[in-house]
């Protein structure tokens, strides 16, 4: 069955959980009772990746983010580990990841290919294309699932030529990073470009903007990438991604749920989600479906 990350944000500013977990025994409580929901990995990270997120210092990330990696690692807990940064990276897994999540794929720091190829580690390459605080001004596609699968071999290359083995990549196509509502939405009908790339592949669609605006339209049926096309053709950037959509955390969480499984039906190796036990129940019923 499609495996289940769960996410500990040991971070302030957060979009959907910022300050919860900030302190080392909540965080670790969070994810050991994650674990215990069904999760299969741990997502810890110390840097918020929100639209419109500031940067923290690696030092900083690594003093949020460390402790609560060793005592997850020792406790027995498969732990991937959610940064920017080679550096983090690096002492994230001596300290007892087993994966570097890089949203980047590899773009926002030079070193990271080659600190993950030293560490041995298996390196998840998000599509990006640029850090948070005006990644919506570069939401301008074509095709989006072409062009993201596109964008993602070419990361993927560079991670081979660092002496990453394609056995160790996974593939996340960056769900709500540099894309509008709709474009989201394009990607995950068009997962299968995604897939048939080769490497595992990750969705993260927890909680996240575009799940509200479905949840908000009077229509079921969201609005389709074509609404946002000028006379160009191409689409539009997003305008407007600071401002919060009022949808309750159980009705995105129960989206992310029913996504997570459209997702899994689709071929996709690991969800990564906030509340784990809605997407277990989920793909549980979508594997009996199946039969």
């Given amino acids: 069955m499609t495996g289940i990350w769960g996410i500990v944000n040991v971070t302030p500013d957060s979009f959907s959980d910022g300050g919860r977990y900030l302190d080392v025994d909540s965080a670790v409580a969070r994810g050991l009772k994650l674990r215990g929901d069904g999760a299969s990995v741990l997502d810890v990270g110390g840097e918020s990746t929100r639209p419109g997120a500031e940067r923290v210092s690696p030092e900083t990330e690594q003093q949020r983010v460390l402790p609560v990696i060793e005592q997850l690692a020792a406790a027995g807990v498969p732990v991937s580990i959610d940064t920017l940064n080679a550096s983090t990276a690096a002492a994230a897994v001596r300290a007892g990841a087993r994966i570097v999540n890089d949203v980047s794929g590899g773009l926002a720091d030079p070193?990271?290919?080659?600190?993950?190829?030293?560490?041995?580690?298996?390196?998840?390459?998000?599509?990006?294309?640029?850090?948070?605080?005006?990644?919506?001004?570069?939401?301008?596609?074509?095709?989006?699932?072409?062009e993201v699968a596109g964008e993602l071999q070419e990361r993927m290359g560079e991670a081979a030529a660092a002496g990453i083995a394609p056995s160790r990549l996974i593939v996340d196509p960056g769900i709500g990073f540099a894309k509008a509502g709709a474009q989201n939405w394009d990607v995950l009908r068009g997962l299968d470009e995604i897939v048939a790339l080769g490497p595992r592949v990750l969705i993260g669609t927890s909680r996240k903007r575009f799940l509200a605006e479905a949840l908000r339209s009077p229509r079921p049926t969201p609005v389709s990438a074509g609404a946002l096309t000028g006379a160009s053709g191409r689409v539009a950037p997003a305008q407007g991604f600071d401002e919060e959509i009022e949808v309750s955390e159980a009705r995105r969480d129960l989206a992310t749920a029913v996504t997570s499984a459209l997702a899994a039906r689709a071929g996709v190796w690991a969800v990564r989600v906030h509340d784990v036990a809605s997407t277990r129940d989920a793909l549980t019923i979508a594997h009996a479906w199946e039969g």
């Fill in 111 to 146: 070193e990271m290919r080659a600190a993950v190829a030293e560490s041995g580690a298996d390196y998840t390459i998000g599509h990006w294309r640029g850090f948070s605080a005006d990644m919506y001004a570069r939401a301008d596609y074509r095709r989006v699932a072409r």
